[in-house]
């Protein structure tokens, strides 16, 4: 079992940043591939970065050279940096936690955050 818990959401101009975190709990999370998925109202949730338990990361084009995921094991977090927004970067974003292997399809995660809304403003 993992928990999961954002936080670091909020309204930001266009070109500004923002920083979420996520919160991790249980015994064996270190192992799992972890990721960030947003939606949009009216839209699917698409995947937005993954990472497994060695550190290797996985961006959607639509973020690659702005957004950074990173996970520290030792302060049991995971974090999205996210530079340079845009419009259409926002939604709600979750965190998600599967076992193991990293895939892009959300219906892969087994475990969910409850999600941090991002606005983005011009």
């Known amino acids: 079992q993992v928990t999961l818990v954002e936080s670091g959401g909020g309204s930001v101009q266009t070109g500004g940043s923002l920083r979420l975190s996520c919160g991790v709990a249980?015994?064996?999370?270190?192992?799992?591939?972890l990721g960030w998925f947003r939606q949009a109202p009216g839209k699917e949730r698409e995947g937005v970065a993954t990472?497994?338990?060695?550190?290797?990361?996985t961006y959607a084009d639509s973020v690659k050279g702005r957004f950074t995921i990173s996970r520290d094991n030792g302060k049991n977090a995971l974090v999205l940096q996210m530079n340079s927004l845009k419009l259409e970067d926002t939604a709600m974003y979750y965190c998600?936690?599967?076992?193991?292997?990293?895939?892009?399809?959300?219906?892969?995660?087994?475990?969910w955050g409850q999600g941090t809304q991002v606005t983005v403003s011009s």
């Open positions: 249980g015994s064996t999370w270190s192992t799992y591939c």
């Open positions: 998600a936690a599967r076992p193991l292997y990293c895939s892009s399809d959300s219906s892969a995660f087994s475990y």
């Open positions: 990472i497994d338990r060695r550190g290797s990361t």
